[in-house]
């Protein structure tokens, strides 16, 4: 258990549709990254907050945004939804000034 | 452009060694990680290189060569529960994460 929670686990959806997947990060960090991981492929970097403030922006669609609150958790939203956005979505967090990234369970995303 | 490359599979036998290659190309550039998954699972992290050299922990070693852009992992006494992807992965200038696209690892009895 990496200490990162993603809720919900699973989310099935229609097209066109608008859905939230939310992450608490582990206690004490202040960076939250956001990932998306097609079926066999790499993760792809989305975008990245430390402590509520957008620090890095990937390759992230515009129908695509996101926020980290002050109680530092992090939603993640995907409007319009195509069915190639169905993907697992990792939230990753990690401490001021490590490296290392503690990834959340993802949140598997099926777009029908 | 920014990019790690590695190999796609490799297969090994259990017991054995394993050497899994990432080449990177990246601004920025100041250490290298490697993260396995499990089919299903969360990435987890394995190790860190922020300097050259050789960086060990327990079956797991991992290696770093600035001047070559050049790194791996190494696995030794090799366990069918190895069996997962592996990911090397490096920050870049402006603090994006770019990962590679995995390699594959089989582990035969």
């Known amino acids: 258990d990496s200490g990162v929670t993603q809720t919900p686990k699973h989310l099935i959806t229609a097209t066109g549709q608008r859905v939230t997947l939310r992450c608490s990060p582990r206690s004490g960090d202040l960076s939250v990254y956001w990932y998306q991981q097609s079926l066999d492929q790499g993760l792809q970097f989305l975008i990245q907050y430390y402590n509520g403030e957008e620090r890095a922006k990937g390759n992230i669609l515009e129908r695509f945004s996101a926020q980290q609150f002050p109680d530092l958790h992090s939603e993640l939203n995907l409007s319009s939804l195509e069915l190639g956005d169905s993907a697992l979505y990792f939230c990753?967090?990690?401490?001021?000034?490590?490296?290392?990234?503690?990834f959340g369970p993802g949140t598997r995303l099926l777009v029908l | 452009g920014q990019s790690l490359e590695q190999p796609s599979e490799v297969t090994a036998v259990e017991g054995a060694i394993v050497q899994i290659n990432c080449t990177y190309q990246t601004s920025g550039f100041y250490g290298l990680s490697w993260y396995q998954q499990h089919d299903g699972g969360a990435p987890t992290f394995l190790s860190y290189n922020g300097l050259d050299g050789l960086e060990e922990t327990g079956r797991f070693s991992s290696f770093l060569s600035r001047s070559d852009s050049y790194g791996y992992l190494l696995l030794q006494e090799l366990q069918m529960k190895d069996s997962a992807s592996y990911f090397c992965?490096?920050?870049?200038?402006?603090?994006?994460?770019?990962f590679g696209a995995g390699t594959r690892l089989f582990v035969k009895a």
């Open positions: 992965a490096a920050p870049t200038g402006g603090f994006k994460t770019i």
């Open positions: 990753a967090s990690s401490s001021p000034g490590a490296e290392t990234q503690y």
